[in-house]
């Protein structure tokens, strides 16, 4: 169990590492660091505290402290992925617009200038 | 610029260089002095200027945004130069422009706020394929109790919508495989549709992309986003 939990917190570490260098290089923004940097430290404090652990497993009515640990791994991941998910929809939907706008927009554009090569 | 009458034919075209003046030509022989409007959804070939040529206007997206954004880009340009009907025809030549005359006609005459040219609705429209025929009796059944009536030929996209319609769907269009949805969509609004009987040819040129697979793609996801749009469902139905 110790090396599994060892295994979690070094990469919770590296998580936090990794997203720390991209929000740095500007790679993520910052309020897109909070989801991963909430899920990293989630996973660094429950494999680094046993007490903690073992309340959780025993909150969940699970006998081993790594299966919990786990659980509570894929339960935050899932969450922050539907959370990205989220936010990739409503970019799409206003990438969508904002095309639809700029083609429109150039279209009256083209009219315009149509009409005044006519008149000229 | 503003509306040229009360008609305008939109057609949703992505690298269909090699049949669009042809469909274009045919369109303005059928309905001439109707707009013809181009949506070129970022193509790599030379669709927009084929189109142009052929006597089209163009509306060309900056980027590749699939059949849905570039149907709801033209149905947005339409509603913002005043057009009271908007007929949809394939740029891939498969919808015969013989037809419209009959979708405006009905358009103009019925009350409904969509009429759908339709393969099967004398009997006559066969199926492509088996999967795809599979595809189309399986939409039946499911669109027959949320629309409170039957659709013969729901994946049909020779679609004429009036002002009302073309409202809605300026602010609101199924992005991928539009047409099931876009149904829902409308009865969503207790709006009403037809179905008038057409032909439909085999593509002027190139290949269709539709594969098995992705034929079963089309049908979960058609299916998912009907559900999505029966679960949010507001008003009251208004059945015809």
């Not at chain 1, 909070?34 to 497993?57: K, P, Y």
């Not at chain 2, 409904?112 to 189309?136: K, P, Q």
């Amino acid at each position: 169990m110790q090396g599994l939990l060892n295994f979690l917190a070094g990469l919770s570490l590296v998580v936090v590492l990794m997203v720390l260098f991209s929000v740095r290089r500007s790679h993520i923004r910052v309020e897109y660091s909070v989801s991963w940097f909430g899920a990293a430290l989630t996973l660094l404090v429950l494999s680094r505290t046993h007490a903690v652990l073992d309340w959780v497993a025993a909150g969940l009515g699970l006998g081993s402290a790594p299966v919990a640990l786990m659980l509570v791994v894929g339960c935050l991941f899932l969450l922050v992925l539907f959370r990205f998910s989220v936010i990739i929809s409503a970019l799409k939907d206003s990438n969508i617009a904002l095309a639809q706008r700029v083609a429109i927009l150039e279209y009256h554009l083209d009219s315009i200038h149509e009409e005044n090569k006519n008149r000229a | 610029m503003t509306a040229r009458g009360p008609l305008v034919i939109i057609i949703p075209a992505f690298n269909e260089e090699p049949a669009i003046a042809r469909v274009v030509a045919e369109v303005r022989e059928i309905v001439p002095g109707v707009p013809v409007l181009v949506i070129d959804d970022c193509s790599i070939d030379g669709t927009a200027n084929a189109a142009r040529r052929a006597g089209a206007e163009v509306l060309p997206l900056p980027c590749h945004l699939g059949l849905g954004g570039a149907v709801q880009a033209g149905y947005r340009l339409a509603y913002e130069l005043g057009y009271e009907y908007v007929i949809r025809v394939d740029g891939d030549g498969q919808h015969d422009p013989v037809f419209i005359p009959k979708i405006y006609e009905a358009l103009r005459s019925s009350s409904c706020e969509m009429v759908i040219g339709s393969r099967f609705v004398d009997g006559a429209g066969g199926y492509s394929s088996l999967l795809r025929g599979f595809g189309i009796r399986l939409f039946r059944l499911i669109l027959r109790p949320i629309l409170g009536k039957p659709v013969r030929d729901p994946t049909s996209g020779f679609v004429g919508v009036n002002r009302s319609a073309l409202q809605v769907f300026s602010s609101s269009f199924p992005l991928e495989y539009p047409e099931i949805e876009a149904l829902v969509v409308l009865q969503r609004k207790a709006f009403r549709f037809m179905e008038v009987p057409c032909a439909m040819r085999p593509r002027m040129a190139g290949r269709s992309t539709i594969t098995a697979v992705k034929s079963l793609y089309y049908i979960f996801h058609v299916l998912m986003g009907v559900f999505v749009n029966v679960l949010k469902y507001e008003g009251r139905r208004r059945h015809r």
